[in-house]
T-cell receptor
């Protein structure tokens, strides 16, 4: 099981770009990197998933270097509603493989 | 995207009683589902892996006789907290794996708050 390490917390201001980095040194060949957002009293919500290089969707970008041992979630122009906990997960290729959560990053956005 | 739904969203029960939480994959079949537990301001802790048609696999330290898991169909897994006690009060979350391309995407339910009084 690939272990992930993220900063415990980050602060930023509305309108800024926020980059959250995650390390996953023992990622396996068939593993994907997925980021989730969680608000209090809700289940984690899928943000973005990638295997390598760069992936972009309507809410975020995900940067993965060639060695895949780290990844960076980029949130453009954050707003107060982006205040949440963000989890980086390494998802195995097998649907039966369990996934262990790291600590996540508690992002606080200020006006 | 794929949807995973939990029911109930919150439940209050008396000590000593049992309570069941359902987890459904709404538009896909899930041979494997996972149950997590989360305490306030902490990360999700994996409790068990629910396998359709076979016994669940529990993580170390999780009592299988207390947290009964049944995965009777490809779209439904249930978690029953038996003889509940106040220390079982927590936020319970399920997840299911949705195959996409060469990999899988994990989708989570909305979570279920259990309060034991």
């Amino acid at each position: 099981l690939a272990k992930t390490t993220q900063p415990i917390s980050m602060d930023s201001y509305e309108g800024q770009e926020v980059n959250i980095t995650c390390s996953h040194n023992n990622i396996a060949t068939n593993d994907y990197i997925t980021w989730y957002q969680q608000f209090p009293s809700q289940g984690p919500r899928f943000i973005i998933q990638g295997y390598k290089t760069k992936v972009t969707n309507e809410v975020a970008s995900l940067f993965i270097p060639a060695d895949r041992k780290s990844s960076t979630l980029s949130l453009p122009r954050v707003s107060l509603s982006d205040t949440a906990v963000y989890y980086c997960l390494v998802v195995p290729g097998s649907s039966a493989s369990k996934i262990i959560f790291g600590s996540g990053t508690r992002l606080s956005i200020r006006p | 995207g794929a949807v995973v739904s939990q029911h109930p969203s919150w439940v209050i029960c008396k000590s000593g009683t049992s309570v069941k939480i359902e987890c459904r994959s709404l538009d896909f079949q899930a041979t494997t589902m996972f149950w997590y537990r989360q305490f306030p301001k902490q990360s999700l802790m994996l409790m068990a892996t629910s396998n359709e048609g076979s016994k669940a696999t529990y993580e170390q330290g999780v009592e299988k006789d207390k947290f009964l898991i049944n995965h009777a169909s490809l779209t439904l897994s249930t978690l029953t907290v038996t003889s509940a006690h106040p220390e079982d009060s927590s936020f319970y979350i399920c997840s299911a794996s949705y195959p996409q391309g060469l990999g899988n995407t994990i989708y989570f339910g909305e979570g279920s708050w259990l309060t034991v009084v």
